[in-house]
C-alpha cells in the first residue's frame, strides 16, 4: 500500500545539475520530454516565491519569437513540466 503524501513527494537539487526527485525516484532526462519545461523549472525556482508573468517567461525563453507561437510553446512547456512533477 502506498502512501499518498510519499507518492506526491517532490525534492528538487539545484546545487550543480537540477535534479528532481519525485516520489523517491530521480526523474530522468527523458522523463522531461522537452528542454523548455525543465528551463521553465529553473525561472520558477529562481524567482520564488515570486510570480512570473507569461510576458516575462516569453522574454527569457523565447525573445526572438512571436508572442503568438512563444505563448503556445509556453503552454506546452508548462504541461511538460505538469507532467513530470504529475504523471498521473
Do not use: C, Y
Not at 1 to 13: A, F, G, H, V
Not at 21 to 29: F, L, P, S
Not at 63 to 84: F, G, K, W, Y
Amino acid at each position: 500500500m502506498s502512501n499518498r503524501l510519499t507518492d506526491r513527494k517532490i525534492q528538487i537539487s539545484t546545487f550543480g545539475a537540477l535534479q528532481v526527485v519525485r516520489a523517491g525516484k530521480r526523474v530522468e532526462e527523458s522523463d522531461w520530454h522537452t528542454r523548455q519545461a525543465r528551463q521553465l523549472l529553473k525561472i520558477l525556482i529562481t524567482e520564488r516565491p515570486r510570480p512570473v508573468s507569461t510576458d516575462r517567461l516569453i522574454e527569457i525563453l523565447w525573445p526572438e519569437s512571436a508572442m503568438s507561437a512563444a505563448s503556445t510553446t509556453l503552454r506546452s512547456a508548462i504541461n511538460a513540466l505538469r507532467n513530470v512533477v504529475e504523471p498521473d
